[in-house]
T-cell receptor, first 114, second 113 residues
């Protein structure tokens, strides 16, 4: 158990819909990262938040957005869903140290768009 | 841009045999390197990491990896695999350890009795 929690574990929805994925980082971790894992794209970085502020963006679609709240949990919002958005979405957290640190991954949310 | 190549998509090894999974990276400065393992239906678990110092790093579950700057490689090794090692293994790189991870495409490891 990494200490990172993600809800829900599974999500099945239809095209055009909007969903929200939730992530709670490990206690004390200020950084939250979102990744998407799909068969055709592999594991791809989406976005990074640090202590409530967006720090870096990867290949995140405009239909996707995220935020990190004062209690440090984060939500990833996916809208106007398409079949190709079906994937495993991971959240990871880390302590933000100048010398760098590892990222701890949650169990993921499996999104199926029908 | 940084990138990671795992040339082996799938490797099959007999239980008790040694294992080496290859990883090559492309990055201008000194990279921060990681190996993660993903069991079916599970999240990613860190096996080991290299930030600096000794180029041979030890990880959990008996794994080790060696950083070779001249070859831009960070290969993962285990002297004797167990059936429970069957999983997908991902090599990853970041440019400061707590920035985004760039992952390789993964190597699926199958263990045969």
């Amino acid at each position: 158990d990494s200490g990172v929690t993600q809800t829900p574990k599974h999500l099945i929805t239809a095209t055009g819909q909007r969903v929200t994925l939730r992530c709670s980082p490990r206690s004390g971790d200020l950084s939250v990262y979102w990744y998407q894992q799909s068969l055709d794209q592999g594991l791809q970085f989406l976005i990074h938040y640090y202590n409530g502020e967006e720090r870096a963006k990867g290949n995140i679609l405009e239909r996707f957005s995220a935020q990190q709240f004062p209690d440090l949990h984060s939500e990833l919002n996916l809208s106007s869903l398409e079949l190709g958005d079906s994937a495993l979405y991971f959240c990871a957290s880390s302590v933000d140290k100048p010398t760098g640190d590892e990222q701890f991954f949650g169990p993921g949310t499996r999104l199926t768009v029908l | 841009a940084q990138s990671v190549t795992q040339p082996d998509i799938h490797i099959t090894v007999s239980e008790g045999a040694s294992l080496e999974l290859r990883c090559n990276y492309s990055y201008g400065a000194t990279p921060y390197l990681f190996w993660y393992v993903q069991s079916p239906g599970q999240g990613l678990q860190l096996l080991l990491k290299y930030f600096s110092g000794d180029t041979l790093v030890q990880g959990i579950k008996g794994f080790e990896a060696e950083f070779k700057r001249s070859q831009s490689s960070f290969n993962l090794r285990k002297p004797s695999v167990h059936w429970s090692d069957a999983a997908e293994y991902f090599c990853a790189v970041s440019n400061f350890g707590n920035e985004k991870l760039t992952f390789g495409t993964g190597t699926r490891l199958t263990i045969i009795p």
